[in-house]
């Protein structure tokens, strides 16, 4: 089969692993394990985007409680939903450490 040159500022010249502006099948096959590596870190920090925001949000929101701004009303309406949000939360950063630690030992 006859090897085809890539043209000027191709989308495929990213794929030229060797610079010789011939996109062999060989760096093709490479193609699909680069894109799914790139999903995959996609999807891994914005896993780690959420967790963080999670942590964070609890922090300000326990300050919040415990800050003078927030008297005894509003901490005995906010008892239930205070909850709800630390019980979820946790949830959510265990979870992501969870799978992580499991990943790496994958």
């Not at 701004?69 to 979870?95: M, N, Q, R």
Request: glycine share 8%.
């Amino acid at each position: 089969m006859a090897q085809k040159k890539l043209q000027k500022n191709s989308v495929y010249s990213e794929y030229d692993e060797d610079g010789d502006g011939i996109v062999t099948d060989e760096e093709l096959s490479h193609v699909k394990e680069i894109k799914k590596t790139e999903t995959e870190l996609r999807k891994n920090l914005a896993q780690l985007r959420m967790a963080r925001c999670t942590l964070i949000f609890m922090g300000v929101y326990a300050t919040f409680l415990a800050s003078p701004l927030c008297s005894a009303e509003k901490l005995e309406g906010l008892a239930g939903v205070t909850d709800l949000i630390f019980l979820s939360g946790s949830g959510i950063v265990g979870a992501y450490i969870g799978m992580t630690t499991w990943m790496s030992k994958k």
